[in-house]
């Protein structure tokens, strides 16, 4: 099992950047077979995927929507995944969750696959 903990998460202007931490702690979330991925929840909608990342190879894929906005990448010696949110939007107000997925293909996107989730953080952006 990993463990997950988000912080970074606040209320920004549109246009401004925020960056999101998910230090991760356990078994195996560095090997290959593990996907890393960011998710969110924006108010009153279903939670929708976000970024996927690969810690052993540090190759990433995205959502359409944050594709060219959002990075993601890690601090190997602390063991944290950053999100860095650049020319952020109000339809990006949502809580933010990082998740861990074992086994799976890469370029999963269906929540349902990740087994292990952070607590999420709130990011508001105002217009």
């Known amino acids: 099992q990993v463990q997950l903990v988000e912080s970074g998460g606040g209320l920004v202007q549109a246009g401004e950047s925020l960056r999101l931490s998910c230090a991760a702690s356990?078994?195996?979330?560095?090997?290959?077979?593990?996907?890393m991925g960011w998710f969110r929840q924006p108010p009153g909608k279903e939670r929708e995927f976000v970024g996927g990342?690969?810690?052993?190879?540090?190759?990433?894929y995205y959502a359409d929507s944050v594709e060219g906005r959002f990075t993601i990448s890690r601090d190997n010696a602390k063991s944290i995944m950053y999100l860095l949110m650049n020319a952020l939007k109000p339809d990006d107000t949502a809580v933010y969750y990082c998740?861990?997925?074992?086994?799976?293909?890469?370029?999963?996107?269906?929540?349902?696959?990740?087994?292990?989730w952070g607590q999420g953080t709130q990011v508001t952006v105002s217009s």
């Open positions: 998740a861990a997925a074992a086994r799976v293909a890469w370029g999963t996107t269906d929540s349902s696959h990740f087994g292990s």
């Open positions: 356990g078994r195996s979330f560095r090997s290959y077979e593990y996907v």
């Open positions: 990342f690969s810690w052993s190879s540090g190759s990433t």
